[in-house]
């Protein structure tokens, strides 16, 4: 544990440097560059990606997007990308890393009032972060595929607390305290909680934030603002689209619209974007593609063998 921490504090950033100094282009804590070009455990290059399921999620950003706008994992290099190994509705490449994604064993394990009164027991974890309303909880429950395991609530800004999940007896999804919940004053919706920001800095087995961003909506500029605090501080992030079943009021855009128009404004701020994938708790869009990238994130981070 005490290697990873010294990786995680002193290795150098995945990516070029962005373009404001407001952003920092990671996907998560460690490091990518350093393992480019390797499969796990060895010093060879990556065998044939993990096999990629068709989608009926629309393709957002055309077919330009395999080459220049993609989140390149461990173990693939750039120029050997195909369109078969991304995954659909994604900007993401499915690499080496890539293993068992199924969730069958899930149970809450407890809520923390404090970052220090976390688990402590060394597990990779994936913290779930968002506006009050987005669908935190809803994305939950679609991903462990349990009705109400995490309660939702039609009274935005019920999570007070850190909520920690465990998966499979191995890794861990924390559910955050939502941000920018409509009754909250404007300084208190950018600095939505200290002790979740405390989470954030002080929490070395943080694997990457899914940071969720609602689709049905155009842009918000509270979302933007917390990509640039997790920028500053190094905090590894995918985009998770929510809602993108959903058209506001019947006339409003497309979701992939949004999305796209979200991409726009990220990326004057990058010059490599930040993963990102589409989905809907509703119709089930983009489940097991978002369990898959976690599990490449997860696997790179948990080999010891990466130096």
């Not at 220090?116 to 027991?121: A, E, F, G, L, M």
């Amino acid at each position: 544990m005490i290697l990873r921490h010294h990786r995680l504090l002193n290795l150098h950033m995945l990516s070029t440097p962005p373009l404001a100094p407001s952003f920092a282009a990671v996907s998560f804590r460690r490091p990518l560059s350093l393992a480019a070009h390797t499969r796990p455990g060895t010093g060879s290059p990556p065998s044939s990606p993990h096999p990629v399921k068709p989608s009926s999620a629309p393709n957002v950003a055309g077919a330009d997007l395999v080459r220049t706008a993609l989140f390149v994992p461990p173990g693939v290099a750039r120029e050997e990308v195909t369109p078969g190994m991304l995954l659909p509705g994604s900007n993401i490449v499915v690499g080496p890393y890539a293993g068992h994604a199924q969730i069958k064993q899930v149970e809450f394990v407890k809520s923390s009032a404090r970052a220090r009164d976390c688990p402590k027991d060394n597990r990779p974890e994936f913290a779930i972060l968002g506006r009050s309303n987005v669908g935190k909880s809803s994305l939950i429950n679609a991903l462990v595929r349990k009705k109400e395991f995490a309660l939702t609530s039609k009274k935005p800004g019920k999570t007070q607390l850190i909520n920690h999940f465990l998966v499979n007896k191995s890794w861990y999804i924390v559910d955050l305290p939502g941000y920018g919940f409509a009754n909250a004053s404007q300084s208190a919706r950018t600095d939505w909680s200290s002790f979740t920001k405390g989470y954030f800095l002080n929490r070395d087995t943080l694997v990457a934030v899914l940071l969720l961003v609602d689709a049905s909506i155009p842009p918000q500029q509270i979302d933007l603002d917390c990509a640039s605090w997790l920028g500053r501080n190094n905090i590894g992030m995918t985009f998770v689209f929510t809602k993108c079943d959903k058209i506001k009021g019947g006339r409003g855009k497309r979701s992939d619209d949004n999305i796209k128009h979200f991409q726009d404004l990220i990326s004057k701020y990058y010059k490599e974007p930040p993963p990102w994938i589409m989905t809907s708790s509703v119709t089930g869009l983009g489940r097991d593609e978002l369990l898959l990238h976690m599990s490449q994130l997860r696997n790179y981070w948990d080999n010891d063998e990466v130096v």
